[in-house]
């Protein structure tokens, strides 16, 4: 993988995206060329229509990006990637057209801009008919030594099975620090040289998986490693690039002050992020009042109460504030004003709640929230007060959620569905802590996009 503003992004994947993004481009050239060719019947070649192929290739990379193109069922499936890419282009001629309103020297032809989506859609297609076996085969896998072979280790073998892994385990090592779980481990005691051993197997990175590291961590073995140049990995910051999460089981405070994250430094960051917000809720609020108006006399036709509901939330360092949401559940949902987790098929909700959870419509009041700064449009979901200090209590570090603002979207919500237990929540948690820790614009733009998938998919919403 390739770390890119504090963010993973698979190597398959990075190569895939640059010969999309230039497809496209030869694409968006082929289009205009044809059509001139159609007109006078030449062809003049020319730096003039950069600009033009830009927005285009740009726009439709983005869709593709928004839809889950260069998801891991799409790397592994010609056919899911080619039914993707068909709904990438419908979204992408949306963005189009209000690019072209916005910016009009960047316009095509019309004829000219069909041709490009056909031309590109047949490219992107073969390209990853031809390429499928390659992108999600074992040429671009990490070739993996782990340092252990006990419950850590079997985590690390469990994770190089799932579909889609980026890694391949090339052998354990038994490190003699508790008991053993994986039976196909070379014992330390038996390898001679373990920097000789480590090249015998091609490993490009170790992983240390120790059970117990107090007088048990291999500086001498750790320190021939490092100077062969092989990248060397702790546990749980091996987890967090693999998985997308902070995982609890494995944390300690001292890996969290020490690691990377949490950066001071990311002042501008959050002057951009607040620009951002102020404007985007502006722009959402006047495009989607009449939706908001005609949802909400929907919700009073069907049932009796209020169309909007206000509730307290958790926000920015634990201070509480009010969010404003459509009505999606009838008004004695909560007897005596207890807090209930909202559950699959939740009968509390009625036939327009159930809709509007289902496509998101509920939650377009939330942009007055941010619009007064108290939610930001990406972080972490705010959480009742009652289910807050429940939280707190049962799940280590749930505080540490409340260092960025909450958001409508956001890492945890795009990558888990709709949490409704005590485990979910510590699920959701580790992603929350993901995003904490590894704030950028280039993360919130990613989940922006991304949050068309789940809105086009809504699985989990309830």
């Known amino acids: 993988m390739i770390r890119l503003f504090k963010h993973y992004i698979p190597y398959a994947v990075l190569l895939l995206g640059a010969i999309d993004f230039a497809l496209l481009l030869l694409a968006a050239e082929a289009g205009w060329?044809?059509?001139?060719?159609?007109?006078?019947?030449?062809?003049?070649?020319?730096g003039e229509r950069l600009p033009n192929m830009l927005a285009f290739a740009l726009t439709l990379q983005g869709a593709m990006v928004a839809v889950g193109v260069y998801g891991v069922e799409a790397l592994q499936s010609a056919r899911f990637a080619i039914a993707r890419l068909v709904v990438a282009a419908m979204l992408g001629f949306l963005l189009l057209s209000l690019v072209f309103f916005v910016v009009p020297p960047v316009s095509f032809w019309r004829s000219s801009l069909l041709y490009a989506m056909w031309f590109g859609l047949a490219g992107l297609a073969i390209v990853r008919t031809l390429l499928r076996d390659v992108l999600g085969g074992e040429r671009f896998k990490r070739r993996l030594l782990v340092l252990g072979a006990g419950g850590r280790a079997g985590r690390i073998e469990a994770l190089a099975k799932r579909p889609g892994a980026g890694f391949a385990v090339v052998g354990f090592v038994g490190m003699n620090d508790g008991p053993t779980q994986v039976t196909r481990a070379v014992n330390r005691a038996d390898i001679a040289s373990l920097p000789v051993h480590l090249l015998r197997l091609g490993a490009s990175e170790v992983v240390l998986a120790?059970?117990?590291?107090?007088?048990?961590?291999?500086?001498?073995?750790?320190?021939?490693?490092?100077?062969?140049?092989?990248?060397?990995?702790?546990?749980?910051?091996?987890?967090?690039?693999?998985?997308?999460?902070?995982?609890?089981?494995?944390?300690?405070?001292?890996?969290?002050?020490?690691?990377?994250?949490?950066?001071?430094?990311?002042?501008?960051?959050?002057?951009?992020?607040?620009?951002?917000?102020?404007?985007?809720?502006?722009?959402?609020?006047?495009?989607?009042?009449?939706?908001?108006?005609?949802?909400?006399?929907?919700?009073?036709?069907?049932?009796?109460?209020?169309?909007?509901?206000?509730?307290?939330?958790?926000?920015?360092?634990?201070?509480?504030?009010?969010?404003?949401?459509?009505?999606?559940?009838?008004?004695?949902?909560?007897?005596?004003?207890?807090?209930?987790?909202?559950?699959?098929?939740?009968?509390?909700?009625?036939?327009?709640?159930?809709?509007?959870?289902?496509?998101?419509?509920?939650?377009l009041p939330q942009a007055w929230s941010v619009l007064k700064g108290e939610m930001s449009f990406v972080g972490p979901r705010p959480e009742r007060p009652q289910f807050?200090?429940?939280?707190?209590?049962?799940?280590?570090?749930?505080?540490?959620?409340?260092?960025?603002?909450?958001?409508?979207?956001?890492?945890?919500?795009?990558?888990?569905?709709?949490?409704?237990?005590?485990?979910?929540?510590?699920?959701?948690?580790?992603?929350?802590?993901?995003?904490a820790k590894n704030y950028t614009p280039f993360l919130d733009i990613l989940i922006l996009l991304q949050t068309f998938r789940v809105i086009i998919w809504p699985e989990g919403a309830r």
């Open 33 to 46: 060329a044809l059509r001139v060719w159609q007109i006078s019947g030449t062809f003049d070649p020319g």
């Open 210 to 363: 120790l059970e117990e590291r107090r007088n048990a961590l291999p500086l001498n073995d750790l320190l021939r490693i490092k100077t062969t140049g092989v990248e060397v990995h702790d546990f749980s910051s091996f987890l967090e690039r693999e998985t997308g999460r902070v995982d609890l089981d494995s944390l300690n405070p001292s890996w969290l002050i020490f690691s990377d994250g949490f950066s001071a430094g990311r002042r501008l960051s959050s002057w951009g992020k607040r620009l951002f917000d102020v404007a985007a809720s502006l722009l959402l609020l006047l495009v989607t009042w009449p939706v908001i108006l005609l949802t909400a006399i929907a919700v009073k036709l069907e049932s009796r109460g209020p169309a909007f509901y206000r509730q307290r939330r958790v926000g920015l360092y634990g201070e509480t504030f009010e969010v404003i949401k459509l009505r999606s559940m009838r008004t004695d949902a909560e007897v005596g004003g207890k807090a209930v987790w909202a559950q699959k098929d939740d009968p509390r909700v009625t036939r327009i709640g159930r809709f509007i959870r289902k496509v998101r419509i509920d939650e």
């Open 388 to 435: 807050v200090a429940d939280l707190e209590a049962r799940l280590p570090y749930y505080a540490e959620r409340h260092v960025v603002k909450p958001g409508i979207t956001g890492w945890a919500q795009i990558n888990y569905p709709y949490g409704a237990s005590i485990e979910d929540a510590r699920e959701k948690l580790e992603y929350d802590l993901y995003y």
